[in-house]
């Protein structure tokens, strides 16, 4: 099993419109310079997840029409992850997973149809026959992008309960303990915000928006708290991933567009942006902090890219590593 610090490394593949090999296995020096150590050949894992006991990975096979789940046994020391079983993903162009934190359900976002999958995972960590298909209906007011439900990113919350945007609906669908679907139905965001990666801290949800650049802030029952810009620049922006810092003071959000990390200082619902750096590469797709090393996967330009932090803020410049159309970046 890599050790941590070891990276893993997912993106497109040709047959999903990308150029990268599959999964890649990188490990960083001392200086920060990542070294590649192994490859595993997979179709289009573009979001890759650990099992939170076993030696487990997960990632999704992000394909049109029937997309697909893989598990891999994680590789010893600096050996490839190693394929062990292919599954549906129940719906189209699935591009996010989440695993309970006991290891018992795993949830699967499809982009392409909206539909959420739900596998029950035995004590081995394989996914169990009869998975659970939840799809979805809906619009938003974008004539483009939300002409149908688009589910994009599932995370379990500290209650238990599955959470799942939907950025083709502007929604927040629920998912009681032992996928069940919530009796008071989904929680509506803001029109038009497009909701994409989400996170909770301490009774708060922080939501990127694609679609208007912004990070909007919840509190517990899903009511609007505050909203910022997730960047400074001028132009188009849409924002990808968000994540916290391990003390929880720094809120990070990567922002397609300017190909920029921003930085805000967290105090509760209230966002102050402290910094905006340069991504090291185009379309901030993903990103993984690790100690004092933030890993950007650029994806238009094919790379990794290792930014350090000084004081919890990104440094200009940084190591890169080449890797075909990055999409996730999972420190493990």
């Known amino acids: 099993m890599p050790r941590p610090g070891d990276l893993v490394i997912g993106g497109?593949?040709?047959?999903?419109?990308?150029?990268?090999?599959?999964?890649?296995?990188?490990?960083?020096?001392?200086?920060?310079?990542?070294?590649?150590?192994?490859?595993?050949?997979?179709?289009?894992?573009?979001?890759v997840a650990g099992h939170p006991r076993l030696p487990l990975l997960y990632a999704v096979l992000e394909r049109e029409g029937e997309g697909g789940l893989a598990v891999l046994?994680?590789?010893?020391?600096?050996?490839?992850?190693?394929?062990?079983?292919?599954?549906?993903?129940?719906?189209?162009?699935?591009?996010?997973?989440?695993?309970?934190?006991?290891?018992?359900?795993l949830a699967i976002a499809n982009y392409g149809d909206g539909t959420v999958t739900a596998y029950r995972l035995g004590e081995d960590g394989m996914p169990?026959?009869?998975?659970?298909?939840f799809p979805h209906e809906g619009r938003g007011p974008h004539p483009e992008r939300q002409e149908g439900p688009h589910a994009h990113m599932a995370v379990f919350g500290p209650d238990g309960v599955l959470y799942v945007t939907d950025l083709g609906t502007d929604e927040v669908r629920?998912?009681?303990?032992?996928?069940?679907?919530?009796?008071?139905?989904?929680?509506?965001?803001a029109p038009g915000s497009g909701p994409r990666h989400f996170l909770h801290h301490e009774g708060h949800w922080y939501v990127t928006g694609e679609l208007d650049g912004t990070v909007r802030v919840y509190d517990a029952s899903w009511r609007e708290a505050g909203t910022v810009r997730a960047s400074g620049a001028e132009g188009e922006n849409l924002p990808s991933h968000i994540a916290l810092s391990a003390d929880g003071r720094h809120l990070y959000v990567a922002n397609r567009g300017p190909d920029t990390v921003a930085v805000f200082a967290?105090?509760?619902?209230?966002?102050?942006?402290v910094a905006e750096a340069p991504a090291g590469g185009r379309w901030p797709r993903h990103f993984a902090i690790d100690g004092d090393r933030l890993y950007v996967a650029c994806q238009r330009s094919?790379?990794?890219?290792?930014?350090?932090?000084?004081?919890?803020?990104?440094?200009?410049?940084?190591?890169?590593?080449?890797?075909?159309?990055?999409?996730?970046?999972?420190?493990?």
């Open 128 to 133: 169990e026959p009869g998975p659970l298909t």
């Open 302 to 332: 094919d790379v990794v890219v290792a930014l350090g932090l000084k004081e919890g803020l990104p440094e200009h410049g940084g190591q890169t590593l080449a890797v075909g159309t990055p999409s996730c970046v999972l420190v493990r």
């Open 73 to 105: 046994a994680a590789g010893e020391d600096r050996a490839a992850p190693r394929l062990l079983a292919e599954h549906p993903s129940g719906g189209s162009l699935p591009c996010h997973l989440a695993l309970d934190d006991r290891g018992e359900w």
């Open 12 to 47: 497109y593949t040709p047959d999903t419109e990308g150029s990268g090999p599959g999964l890649t296995v990188a490990r960083p020096d001392a200086e920060g310079r990542l070294e590649p150590v192994a490859e595993t050949a997979v179709s289009g894992p573009s979001f």
């Open 266 to 273: 967290v105090d509760g619902p209230r966002l102050t942006m």
């Open 174 to 189: 629920r998912f009681l303990p032992g996928m069940r679907p919530h009796p008071e139905g989904s929680v509506r965001l």
